[in-house]
């Protein structure tokens, strides 16, 4: 780190040094003042007067009344000359001055950007470190404790009325008698929500769940992981992870599951399986559906962090043709291809995101996007890919003939 400091003060200070010599060069092909020029004219008067006198052009008198009113016009233009220089001589510092100025400037201004846009302390890392620190923020991030401990405690909005209050609070202590009734607590999670008391509520959905057992669908543990994602303003922790898995494991197509999964990627340094997760919720819509309005607001951004040119699509496209779709669409136009590609594309990455694949899934979705010419993304799949299956000689074999053909490995 102190070799990149050095390296940044070095040029700060060439480019001072080069804006001071610039400033400093002497001003060739400037115009001389204008008393100069006159003092010039006058003394050829001079001259012209004497010529005159010798060849009898002027009498003795009109020559000397001639030359005292040249002298004088001599004596004013000298005297303008003379105040003339001495303002240049006064300016003669100004180079310097801000030369000193623009230096401090250059590397005062570079260190203040740096410090706000750049990450002091920090080198360069490849993806395969980025990886690695990723998934050492997941595995030690706080917990739904920690996260709630850091917030203010929840305040009763102030359009509730005290009567709504006062039944809410005798529904708690109606389920505090009685700690298996299940209607009671999905009242008691419904309001405590609408109260604005999500921890309180999350407690209460987990009671739902623990009610239900085996019986809990999909919908319940998002539920309940979006009760807790709240309470901990926004963060998703490790207990909304494993709550936001179970949904899953019950529907892997839940919007809502992927959309939180994706913001816990986006918050533990994944911003590439952020984007890939949101990208195919866009594309599958449908346009009113919940986790539609977060996403458009956020996507472009994670895009940008995954290093994907990107353009939002058209929500709702549908999740397009599978594999074996691209391989029987010969008689398509290359256009037509790509776009059925792309699509194919889409529902891979969101697979492999969320429940992984085989190493053929991986060469597949390689292969793909270099198809595409999406080679930054490509080339990012196949280094993830190849962390994961290491050690594993046959599988990275096939990822490295897929690198290959999308012009990522060599």
């Known amino acids: 780190m102190t070799i ?41 008067q001079l001259r012209e007067v004497d010529k005159d006198l010798a060849r009898g052009v002027v009498s003795a008198a009109d020559a000397e009344r001639v030359r005292a009113e040249v002298s004088r016009r001599i004596l004013a233009a000298d005297a303008a000359l003379g105040a003339d220089t001495i303002s240049a001589d006064a300016g003669k510092g100004a180079p310097g001055i801000v030369a000193a100025v623009l230096a401090v400037v250059l590397m005062g201004g570079s260190i203040a950007l740096y410090t706000q846009l750049g990450a002091p302390g920090y080198g360069d890392l490849a993806l395969q470190n980025r990886i690695e620190m990723a998934t050492q923020a997941r595995e030690n991030r706080p917990s739904q404790d920690a996260a709630e401990a850091s917030l203010p405690a929840a ?16 529904l708690r202590e109606t389920v ?14 419904q309001n405590e929500a609408n109260l604005g008391n999500f921890a309180a509520a999350a407690r209460a959905q987990s009671h739902v769940l623990r009610i239900k057992g085996d019986n809990s669908s ?23 992870e494993t709550a936001l898995t179970a949904a899953l494991n019950l529907d892997r197509t839940n919007g809502s599951a992927r959309y939180y999964l994706g913001l816990m990627m986006a918050q533990t340094g994944r911003p590439d399986t952020a984007f890939r997760l949101w ?11 919940p986790w539609i309005a977060p996403i458009v ?22 999740r397009g043709p599978t594999a074996a779709d691209v391989e029987a669409a010969q008689d398509l136009s290359p256009a037509e291809r790509l776009e059925m590609i792309q699509s194919m594309v889409t529902g891979l990455s969101e697979r492999l995101a969320t429940e992984g694949g085989t190493v053929q899934d991986w060469a597949q979705l390689i292969s793909a996007l270099g198809v595409l010419g999406q080679r930054a993304q490509a080339l990012a799949v196949y280094e993830n890919a190849v962390e994961v299956f290491a050690g594993d000689t046959r599988a990275l074999d096939l990822l490295l003939r897929a690198g290959q053909r999308a012009q990522v490995a060599e």
Not at 281 to 288: A, F, M, N
Request: overall charge negative.
């Open 176 to 189: 505090a008698r009685r700690p298996d009734d299940l209607q009671g607590h999905i009242l008691l999670a």
């Open 279 to 289: 990208d195919a919720l866009l594309r599958e819509g449908p346009e009113d559906a």
């Open 297 to 318: 607001a956020q996507i472009e951004e994670m895009a940008e962090r995954a290093g994907v040119n990107y353009q939002l699509p058209e929500i709702g496209d549908g």
């Open 155 to 170: 305040q009763v909005p102030p359009a509730a009325s005290p009567d709504y209050v006062a039944l809410v609070q005798q």
């Open 4 to 44: 990149f400091w050095i390296i940044a003060g070095g040029l700060a200070l060439m480019v001072a040094l080069a804006l001071a010599a610039g400033l400093r060069a002497p001003r060739k092909g400037l115009v001389d003042p204008a008393a100069a020029y006159d003092l010039r004219v006058y003394r050829d």
């Open 218 to 240: 999909a919908s319940d543990y998002v539920d309940y992981a979006d009760m807790l994602v709240l309470a901990a303003g926004g963060y998703v922790s490790p207990e909304a």
